[in-house]
């Protein structure tokens, strides 16, 4: 089976979705960048080992690349999903695992991207957002789009309401493309 990676930085909602899925992967690691994110002990309930990497006790994005990397490896990881991971990822991860790493998005990219892509879809007061999954490049969700879907924007929205509609479908949409991909694309290697 392909061993994977989950990357999170926050609550974990979309790695849970992933863990829980029935894919043709196994998620063997969760690297987190925060001590203190919910999501660690989510994955200790899931039985999944954790690897919490601070970048603040890294002299700098290479070295703190090298010691998640040298984990990766270790634990033979050929995939990576980003679930809620806030870092952009640098040229140490992005060369070792060209075209393996995968993003989830709460917009229809390439519109509101980067940081609170909700917020910024309730500013500008458009009628439909979405979710965007896509590969991952060394720009700032920027990669190519692999997967989208529309979620209708109401005039009631609050931040949160959209936000709990937009995560519904990432919840779905994330495993089931992780399972295209996977079964598509990894399997006609």
């Given at each position: 089976?392909?061993?994977a990676?989950?990357?999170a930085?926050?609550?974990?909602s979309n790695?849970?979705?992933?863990?829980?899925?029935?894919?043709?992967?196994?998620?063997e690691?969760?690297?987190c960048?925060?001590?203190?994110?919910?999501?660690?002990?989510?994955?200790?309930n899931w039985n999944?080992?954790?690897?919490?990497?601070?970048?603040?006790?890294?002299p700098?994005?290479?070295?703190y690349?090298?010691a998640?990397?040298?984990?990766?490896?270790?634990?033979?990881?050929?995939?990576i999903?980003?679930?809620?991971?806030?870092?952009?990822?640098?040229p140490?991860?992005?060369e070792?695992?060209?075209?393996r790493?995968?993003?989830?998005?709460?917009?229809?990219l390439?519109a509101?991207?980067?940081?609170?892509a909700?917020?910024?879809?309730?500013?500008?007061?458009?009628?439909v957002?979405?979710?965007?999954?896509?590969?991952?490049?060394?720009?700032?969700?920027t990669?190519?789009?692999?997967?989208?879907?529309?979620?209708?924007?109401?005039?009631?929205?609050?931040?949160?309401?959209?936000?709990?509609?937009?995560?519904?479908?990432?919840?779905?949409l994330?495993?089931k493309?992780i399972?295209?991909?996977?079964t598509e694309q990894d399997?006609?290697?």
């Amino acid at each position: 089976m392909i061993a994977a990676a989950v990357f999170a930085s926050g609550s974990g909602s979309n790695a849970e979705a992933i863990v829980l899925a029935s894919l043709p992967c196994s998620i063997e690691l969760v690297v987190c960048d925060k001590p203190e994110a919910p999501v660690i002990q989510k994955a200790k309930n899931w039985n999944t080992e954790v690897f919490v990497c601070d970048p603040k006790t890294f002299p700098d994005k290479q070295a703190y690349e090298q010691a998640i990397l040298l984990k990766l490896q270790e634990k033979q990881i050929k995939w990576i999903f980003l679930a809620g991971y806030m870092r952009l990822i640098g040229p140490t991860l992005l060369e070792a695992y060209q075209a393996r790493i995968v993003n989830i998005h709460p917009s229809l990219l390439p519109a509101f991207a980067g940081k609170d892509a909700i917020g910024q879809a309730l500013a500008a007061g458009v009628k439909v957002s979405g979710v965007t999954i896509h590969y991952v490049d060394a720009g700032m969700d920027t990669g190519s789009i692999i997967a989208q879907e529309a979620v209708a924007v109401r005039e009631s929205d609050t931040h949160e309401t959209l936000h709990q509609r937009i995560q519904a479908v990432e919840h779905k949409l994330y495993p089931k493309t992780i399972d295209y991909i996977l079964t598509e694309q990894d399997g006609k290697e």
